[in-house]
């Protein structure tokens, strides 16, 4: 008798402690943004979403058991709602003191932007220096977008002395390049195709190298508010595919073998 009556409450026990570890092992949901640039999230019109960080974010998602709401947001609207706590993760992120305020950053890959010109321009204007010396020229920026510290610096000069122009995403920035609103546009290299496309002759535009030395690393970014234990297993999950090879893999997939080496990750 004794024992069927206990039996209920076991039952129960049971129940609760298995419910605590389930909750215990939840992780999310969380909103995760991509912003659409080049290779990094495009829409395909046979496949649909595609891109760099699709691929990355499907890969942590099946690797860390976090559940991931993935959304597409502008660059500076992303960066705002994480501020804002709408917004818990991102990648591509290129690192910044500012950026290092809202979000841990584990970098996986590293990049550099380099400056689009005009050929004939370019063979007048190869650094900064020589740009900012020539008051008549304009810089156009995307608004949200970080460069590593040279050329953040740069950014901050002209937008004081009002020469800096803005553009809320990539593609609108080539067509008012194209259009003269500006002289020159910052792009990294998976984006030059997509500038130079929106000129009549491509080989018109040409990139300037002005940071040549400089390496900037690319981070996946969590805000501060998650929880750590959900911030390390996703951390886990990008160091074990740093390790696996499987960053270069989604790399190279997007960018070939060329583009995938360029952006290889070689450490702080």
């Known amino acids: 008798m004794m024992r069927a009556s206990l039996q209920p409450l076991i039952a129960g026990l049971l129940l609760a402690l298995m419910g605590e570890q389930a909750a215990a092992q939840a992780c999310g949901p969380y909103t995760a943004a991509l912003y659409p640039y080049a290779r990094f999230y495009y829409e395909d019109p046979h496949t649909g979403p595609a891109g760099i960080d699709k691929d990355m974010f499907d890969e942590l998602a099946r690797r860390s058991g976090c559940q991931l709401r993935l959304v597409v947001e502008s660059r500076v609207r992303i960066w705002d709602q994480m501020r804002r706590g709408g ?7 290129l690192v910044s003191p500012e950026r290092r305020e809202i ?8 990049g550099r932007y380099q400056v689009l010109m005009r050929r ?48 809320g ?14 002289d020159a546009l910052l792009a990294l290299p998976s984006g030059w195709g997509i500038a130079m496309a929106a000129f009549d002759d491509p080989d018109e535009l040409v990139p300037v190298d002005v940071t040549p030395t400089e390496r900037n690393a690319v981070a ?16 886990r999950a990008l160091q074990a595919m740093l390790a696996e090879g499987k960053v270069h893999e989604i790399l190279r997939r997007h960018l ?4 995938a080496k360029a952006a290889a990750y070689t450490g702080d």
């Open 169 to 182: 995403d990539f593609k609108t920035a080539t067509r008012m390049l194209k259009a003269g609103r500006a």
């Open 87 to 93: 917004v818990q993760l991102t990648l591509s992120a």
């Open 103 to 110: 979000a841990e950053l584990v970098p996986y890959a590293q």
């Open 220 to 235: 996946l970014a969590m805000v501060r508010s998650m929880p750590e234990d959900d911030r390390q297993r996703l951390r």
């Open 256 to 259: 070939g073998d060329k583009g």
């Open 120 to 167: 004939e321009l370019a063979a007048r204007t190869p650094t900064i220096a020589a740009f900012e010396a020539n008051t008549e020229l304009r810089l156009l920026d995307v608004r949200g977008y970080a460069h590593g510290p040279t050329i953040d610096a740069w950014v901050q000069r002209m937008r004081s002395q009002g020469r800096l122009v803005e553009a």
